[in-house]
Nanobody, 121 residues
């Protein structure tokens, strides 16, 4: 599975962005897909994940109520709608596919290259 993340950019605090993660090589339907982020100087952290078959989601407390993860199984794509962005959301956002364990940890089989989100104050 190859994952291509896109949609990052430079925005101001309070703005919105939508990230996309397109999977190719095999269908991710029936698997879990997630978003993680890594800010400069910090470790990569969990953001959100979705069970692509049921649509069940989970979020980090820091983004709950602001971010929404969704999927389009026909397009083999997962989205991360980010609203009310804050400077502390600045990071490289990575998508991941096929959880092999805890879906809130970095226990995924496939990873994308990441897309940079910069939020200015």
């Amino acid at each position: 599975v190859q994952l291509q993340a896109s949609g990052g950019g430079l925005v101001q605090a309070g703005d919105s962005l939508r990230l996309s993660c397109a999977a190719s090589g095999r269908s991710t339907s029936g698997n879990t897909m997630g978003w993680f982020r890594q800010a400069p100087g910090l470790e990569r952290e969990f953001v959100a994940a979705i069970r692509t078959s049921s649509g069940v989601t989970t979020y980090a407390d820091s983004v709950k109520g602001r971010f929404t993860i969704s999927r389009d199984n026909a397009k083999n794509t997962v989205y991360l709608q980010m609203n009310s962005l804050k400077p502390e959301d600045t990071a490289v956002y990575h998508c991941a596919a096929v959880s092999t364990g805890n879906w809130q940890r970095e226990e995924y089989r496939y990873w994308g290259q990441g897309t940079l989100v910069t939020v200015s104050s």
